[in-house]
Each structure stands twice: as C-alpha cells, then as structure tokens.
C-alpha cells in the first residue's frame, strides 16, 4: 500500500500561527539531502516565543507570518543591502564576486570523496556550506538589492515628477537591455527556425540520439552544443537531484518544439527590440537639453542607475544561481559515486535520499539506509512534486483572498486581485502548472499561471499571452521579464494557483491587477 503525502506541521505549538509557503525561490519539493541541510531561521525580535521563522516540511520551505516582522521592505536574508551611488557600484559584483563563483564551482566540482580523512566529513561539508553560503550572498547583496533599491529610488522620483499615471512610462525606461536570460532564449529561438523545417529533428527526444547526415541536421547539432557550452548549466528549477541542461535535460528540447511552432513575429530578439525602441524614445525626452533641470538630471542619474536592474537581475541568476546549483550536484554526484564503488549505494543519484546527518553518518560509520526506505523516499519525492502543496499550514493567512462572484450577461463570473507587473489585457485558456516539466503543453496565447515564474521558465513567456503568479512583486524576475516580452502580467496573487482551475477561460487586467475567472 503506498504511501499519501501529508503536510504536518512539526510540533503542535506551531498549529496557532501561519507558515506560508515561499515559493518564489523554491518552488518544488527538495529531496531530503538538500532539504535537510537548509537550516530553520530564528528571528531576531521573536526568540521569546521559542518558534523558528522557517521550517521544510516534506522538502517545501515554510515561512512564519510574524506582526511587524515581514512586511518585506529591504529586508534580505543575505544582509544589509548598501545604497548604491553609482552605476559602477552596481557593476562591481561582477568583477569582485564571479570570479569568486568560478572558485566555489571548481572547488566543488573537483571534490573528491577520497581525500576525506575519516572522522572530517562533518567538518568538509561544513566548510562547503559556508563557502557556497558565502558567495551566493554577496553576489546577492551585491547585485540584486542595490539593483531594486536603484529602481525603487528612481520610480519614485519618476512619479513624483510625472504623475502615478505615468508609472508604466518609468518601467518601461528599465527594459530592453543586452542579458543573459535573453540571450539563452534567442539561442533556443534559432535552434527551433532551423527545428520547424526538419522532420527528423522535430520528433527528436533525446538530442544524444541524433545522428547527423544533413546539413541542417549538423548545423542543429553544432548550435544546440554551442547552446550548452554557454547556457548548460540551466537547473530543472533548482533542483540537485535533476539534470541539468548539459547533462540531457529534456526541458530545452521541449522549449525548443514549443518555439518551432511559432511565426517569426514572436522571437524574443523582436520582443527585446521593440522595448529598446520605446525605452530609447522615451529617454529621449527624459534627456532632451530643453528639459534640463536639477531635477531632471538628478532623474537622469537614478534612471542610469535603474537601468542596471534587468541586465543584473537576469545575469546573476545564470552566472551565480545556476551555477552554484549545478556545481553543487556534481559535488553530490562525486560523492554518491565514491559510495558505489564502495558498495554502499547502487547508483550516485541515491545520495540525495539521504539526510545531511544520515550521509555523514553512513560515510563515517558505514550505516547505511535500506534500499526499501530508499525507494519509499524517492516515491514520496515523485508525489510531493505531483500534486500542488498546501499555500500555508497552521491558521489561515489574513492576506489570502476569496473568489468574489459576479453576474455577466448569462453566465457567473469571478474575480480575484494581484500586483499589476505589466500592462495590458488579454483574455485566454489558463494553464495551471506545478512544474516546468509540464510547460511543453502550453500554447501560444494560452496564460502561464504558476507558483513562481522563476528564470528557467524565462523561454515559456514568448510562447504564453499572459502571467499570473501566487508570489513576487513589480520588481520580481517574472514582472521584469513579461514587460521585456511585452506580455501582461498579474503578480503576487498569493493563492491564483488554488483558485484559477487548469484550462478555464480568464481574461487578466495588468493595469489594474483584477482577474476575471468566466464559469459558464
């Protein structure tokens, strides 16, 4: 008899108080390794109550509403964010950080289990924490929070200058810039016009199995490798005990199809180009000589400044995000490989169905978990990853909204309201995914709702007319990357994913934030 994923709440203490899900950075389950590593937060003004601020429970990360505590701001879990003077400021990560990140990824990529006195592995894995934790905050503190701290000053001064009726013109003053989620998705682009024309190509399911012997064929093959070299490390949402690109992913591929079927009109190189157009034009006028005051070019330098939050937001996340994961796998992967020349394991992969302190202790004691208990855990993961989780455990959040109704002509409507990230209305099929894995069925014009549109679901948005997420604000990478698509979005909904049912018709109002769910 299998077993039915059940989210407890770990002690009954905690029943009284809300945990919200966090999705916006994490969201699928982790498997036991990675989410037995990810140490409960403890709040600086609430030690008194004895309660953590973040728990995992069945590999999600859970974190406590506390009154007066998270309200967001510029709060950071990566330390105090440092105004930012200069655009230079902006850029220094760049020269003082990645070379930083090309240090972690070498020290764990090349890891090797054998030269592990016994009675260090605690010490070893404790000194790969710190050092990861290291790197990816500062690259974080770094590039990420001046960025928005940059673009919040600006919108502000915007505003304040032009009107809130002239937000949208502010934002837009902040796409159409040269990053490296662009780039990944124009390279996928050019592999899907040479893809549409080919059959052989086309039903394609493991690039590996490709054996050239056309021109086109051979010129697929070479672009899809050049592809990888640059953009391999891509994760399945920052998964460690999934595949990366370079390591025969199927999610390129599948993005890939999705962009052969569609027209040219719809590359992302186009999409990119005309946000330049309409940013250049209106910095025109924000920098015209006969427009010149203090005022204005104390805008002008918090806009150059604003202007550094799409090329960072995007680039850090391939350059540091993903590669970290990535780097990170293969260090597990070494070590899972060690155990099974030791016939401790049957295969590297099993390592991530171990805890942190079960993996330690099977290095340093030989004790190792049934193949039994192995197996039930690698089908639990299967199901936590199936099923959508609870939004929160413990008392229902304040914030979490109702479907309202509302008559229309025959046939009962219903609302529900988010931030609005990108302008625009669309009316649609909505289609509701937990995964990424799943996204190869969306199509064109359909509506992308999902927990959190995080980098990797970046090719999707030229495929999808429209995005709602349950997490995320106007500055969040899914905001960013609808407006750089020209698509509108609906951010930030809380619990969209709950309510909007899979394949309705919805039409989304990303002026506004409203979004009408037709029941006929």
Known sequence: MSQQPTFTLPDPTYDTHTWILQDEHNPAAHPPLIAS???????????????????????????????????????????????PNTVDDLR??????????????????????????????????????EEYRRVFAGVHRNAVGP????????????????????????????????????????????????????????????????????????????????MLNFFGSTTNNGLQDLPNWREGSQIPLSIIRSYAAQDDSKSPRQASMKQRETR????????????????SQDLVKLMEMAQELMPNLEDHNLLCDQQCVSSSRKRWLNIGAFMVSKHMLD???????????????????????????????????????????????????????????????????????????????????ARVFQSIDEAGSLQQGEILVVRALTPPWTPYVSVAGAIVTNSGGA???????????????????TNGTALIPDKSVISIDGNSGIIVIERS
């Open 475 to 493: 500055l969040s990478h899914g905001a960013v990357v609808a407006r750089e698509f020209g698509i509108p979005a609906i951010v930030g909904t």
């Open 37 to 83: 590593a990810s140490p409960t937060r403890q709040s600086n003004n609430d030690q008194q109550d004895g309660l953590p601020t973040t728990i995992n429970i069945n590999g999600f990360n859970y974190q406590r509403e506390v009154p007066n505590h998270n309200q967001g701001g510029n709060a950071s879990p990566f330390g105090q964010t440092t105004q």
């Open 92 to 129: 220094l990560w760049r020269s003082e950080w990645l070379p930083q990140v090309d240090k972690l990824k070498f020290m764990l990529e090349e890891f090797d289990p054998i030269t592990v006195a016994p009675g260090d592995w605690t010490a070893t894995l404790q000194k790969h924490d």
């Open 347 to 429: 295969n590297e992969v099993e390592v991530f169905f171990y805890t942190r302190e079960e993996l330690i202790n099977a290095l340093e004691n030989t004790s190792l978990i049934p193949q039994e208990e192995l197996s039930i855990r690698q089908n639990m993961l299967k199901a936590y990853r199936s099923m959508p989780p609870p939004l929160y455990l413990g008392e229902p959040p304040k914030n979490f909204q109702e479907i309202t109704d509302i008559p229309s002509e025959g046939h009962s409507q219903s609302i529900l309201k988010g931030i609005p990230a990108s302008p625009g209305t669309h009316r649609g099929v």
């Open 280 to 295: 250049l034009s209106l910095e025109e006028a924000v920098r015209s000589p006969e427009n010149q005051t203090s005022t």
């Open 147 to 226: 960025s928005r701290l940059a673009t919040s000053n600006f919108l502000d001064a915007y505003v304040e200058l032009f009107g809130e009726q002239n937000r949208h013109q502010g934002m837009a003053l902040l796409q159409g810039f040269p990053n490296r989620s662009l780039d990944r998705a124009c390279a996928l682009w050019d592999l899907s016009r040479i893809m549409r024309n080919n059959d052989s190509i086309r039903n394609l399911t493991n690039v590996k199995d490709l054996e050239p012997t056309t021109p086109e064929e051979h010129d697929f093959l070479n672009k899809f490798d050049e």
